[in-house]
């Protein structure tokens, strides 16, 4: 089975810390997503990875930024936390292909105050 | 812009059959799926659709008509582990996943 794990699954943080969610995924895929999940709204993408190194901008990428150095992690990075980044975090790999089947992991729930 | 409309919440008695539509206004077509998300779980994929009918998969069953932008999902069989919510996601011409908000499902005994 796919495995996708988050590092964290509650966290709580203050305005203006810097935040790091991780994310590792063990079936060699090479696509990976970070997208944000809110209440009444679908999941929003806010970026993603084709490869190592590599990261695209998805629809909501202010005030984050990613990193991609292995294959198998992808991080997510708040650079200064802020009241309108609390929300459910989820990471999704998937391997290259026509058919993107994504596989999610648990999800951080992320508060600031 | 793009759309997907689907109900919030829907309630059903367990045993029985309940079927989510989902409605999608996208630039282009290149898919349709459904994926399933138990409260504080990650969603897990159910089904995919690309071409207009049925495709059916033990107890649940989903629907495209690509003319109609419309889909549906089909739970027969309903038990008390179903209660879920349901994600309806579709793929546009950019290869990119526009995600609909989910419906709620709470089966009753």
């Known amino acids: 089975d796919v495995k996708v794990t988050q590092s964290s699954r509650y966290l709580v943080k203050r305005t203006g810390e810097k935040v790091f969610l991780e994310c590792v995924q063990d079936m060699d895929h090479e696509n990976m997503f970070w997208y944000r999940q809110d209440p009444g709204l679908g999941l929003r993408l806010i970026y993603f990875?084709?490869?190592?190194?590599?990261?695209e901008k998805g629809d909501i990428p202010e005030g984050y930024s990613v990193s991609r150095e292995k294959k198998e992690r992808f991080s997510l990075i708040l650079e200064s936390a802020s009241t309108n980044q609390t929300s459910m975090y989820l990471c999704a790999s998937s391997p290259r292909g026509e058919v993107d089947i994504q596989y999610f992991g648990a999800g951080t729930r992320l508060s600031v105050l | 812009g793009q759309n997907i409309d689907q109900p919030t919440e829907m309630t059903a008695t367990e045993g029985a059959i309940v079927q989510i539509n989902c409605t999608y206004q996208t630039s282009g077509f290149n898919g349709l799926f459904w994926y399933q998300q138990h409260a504080g779980e990650a969603p897990t994929f159910l089904s995919y659709?690309?071409l207009d009918g049925l495709e059916e998969k033990g107890r649940f069953s989903s629907f495209l008509s690509r003319s109609k932008g419309y889909s549906y999902l089909l739970l027969k069989e309903l038990q008390m582990k179903d209660s879920a919510s349901y994600l309806c996601v579709v793929m546009d011409s950019n290869y990119q996943l526009i995600w609909g908000a989910g419906t709620k499902l709470i089966i009753k005994p």
């Open positions: 659709n690309v």
């Open positions: 990875s084709y490869d190592v190194k590599m990261k």
